[in-house]
């Protein structure tokens, strides 16, 4: 049964197969990449948004799959929950992740914000061979503070301080972060449906 990543992501395919334990591959190794247009209102439709699109791409060509699509960002109460959904594409479409984590930092400095309350969703979406759809969520809290510290995982992992912590997900280890992750709260509930599916 192959595993068929919605994402080309580096860093979401590491974080997959790290927290997972299982082998997933990204959908540009068996297809041609091509541009998904993400327009739902949450992260669980953004996700089988993903999925269906790979999905309808391999069906009545490739047995033996599971398509598996990730959403996932950081929300901001204090900002209406910005970037929330928009987290990969905040400071704009071609944005890096650099940029989009320091747009985020210059919205907090911009109303006057130094640290307040955070949080991270993970959406997980999964299509098998059949049609069938399974989704999940995972969640993590803390706060987001307005400088980036530590050099470690990616995207906002440098601004932001889970609960109990006095250090940024860039400046704690990846074991720590694993046991923390909203991705790997996710990706529990997600190993368990697959273990029923393969």
């Not at 299982?22 to 540009?28: A, G």
């Amino acid at each position: 049964m192959k595993i068929i990543l919605a994402s080309a992501n580096k860093g979401k395919i590491r974080e997959i197969q790290t927290y997972c334990d299982i082998d997933v591959l990204p959908y540009s190794d068996v297809m041609a990449p091509f541009d998904i247009i993400e327009d739902g209102d949450t992260f669980k439709a953004n996700a089988l948004i993903k999925a269906r699109a790979i999905y309808e791409k391999l069906k009545g060509k490739e047995k033996d799959f599971i398509v598996l699509a990730d959403d996932s960002g950081i929300s901001v109460p204090a900002l209406n929950n910005a970037p929330g959904i928009y987290s990969a594409r905040y400071a704009g479409e071609d944005a890096s992740e650099k940029d989009n984590l320091y747009k985020l930092i210059d919205e907090l400095k911009k109303n006057g914000i130094e640290r307040t309350p955070a949080f991270y969703t993970a959406a997980m979406a999964m299509i098998t061979d059949k049609g069938e759809e399974f989704t999940v969520h995972g969640w993590m809290y803390g706060d987001a503070i307005a400088q980036a510290r530590g050099d470690k995982g990616f995207g906002y992992d440098p601004m932001f301080i889970p609960e109990g912590f006095d250090k940024t997900l860039g400046e704690l280890d990846a074991e720590v972060k694993k046991a923390l992750s909203h991705r790997s709260k996710a990706l529990v509930l997600t190993k368990t449906i697959l273990r029923t599916l393969v």
